[in-house]
């Protein structure tokens, strides 16, 4: 079943911080972020694993709620390279089987 | 390090034609996937291959699409024959067991159908 991401899309200014949620129905074993821009590959950005810790660099990071099934990506001080779709994809299994989610269109205006 | 590669970029077909995709994963990377991603729509997982074995196929629908990857490498994805809701991104990822569950992804090739 298809995890579910919130908002749906953002705008920023420079320099605003910004929070995207992702939720599944099912337990999970994993949460994969990526963030795509328009007509580009989806890249990686951080994984969670199971354990509900918490991950970063620079100013993106990202926790895993393992009792509510719930991921959330954080970024602080937005810059405008930061401007595309973030998307979560969770695992069930240890085998790497991923679901994403619909997508979070992510705005950052100068 | 190179990355993942597909080819064509691009295709456009007419409906009931067929296709092929191409697709060339990071040196060494065992786990092959591919997906298809719909215009504003998340990645949708088709295939996943370990070596020249198939992991998961659940969500290939294979009346028309099918997979290979005979030398547990390069893989092709095929379509035959098209249909019109078959338009979209055909990604290919690939993932080493040894260097953790992180997917690289390739270029993609958009696929219009007409």
């Known amino acids: 079943q298809q995890p579910v991401q919130s908002p749906q899309a953002v705008i920023l200014r420079e320099g605003e911080d910004a929070v995207i949620n992702c939720s599944s129905s099912k337990a999970l074993y994993s949460v994969h972020w990526y963030r795509q821009k328009h007509g580009e590959a989806p890249v990686f950005l951080m994984i969670l694993l199971k354990g509900g810790e918490q991950k970063g660099h620079d100013k993106i990071s990202a926790s895993f709620n393992e009792k509510k099934q719930q991921s959330s990506l954080y970024l602080t001080a937005s810059q405008l390279s930061y401007s595309g779709t973030y998307f979560c994809?969770?695992?069930?299994?240890?085998?790497?089987?991923?679901?994403f989610g619909g997508g979070t269109r992510l705005m950052v205006k100068p | 390090e190179a990355g993942v590669a597909q080819s064509p970029r691009y295709k456009i077909i007419e409906k009931r034609q067929s296709v092929a995709f191409w697709c060339n994963p990071i040196?060494?990377?065992?786990?092959l996937y591919w997906y298809q991603q719909i215009l504003g729509q998340g990645p949708k997982l088709l295939i996943q291959f370990q070596n020249n074995g198939v992991v998961d196929d659940s969500q290939l629908p294979k009346d028309r699409f099918s997979a290979e990857r005979l030398k547990g490498v390069d893989s092709t994805l095929k379509i035959q024959p098209a249909k019109l809701e078959d338009s979209a991104v055909y990604l290919c990822?690939?993932?080493?067991?040894?260097?953790?569950?992180?997917?690289?992804f390739g270029p993609g090739t958009r696929l219009t159908v007409l």
């Open positions: 994809g969770t695992g069930r299994l240890a085998g790497n089987m991923l679901t």
């Open positions: 990822a690939s993932s080493s067991r040894l260097l953790g569950p992180t997917q690289y």
């Open positions: 040196s060494g990377h065992a786990t």
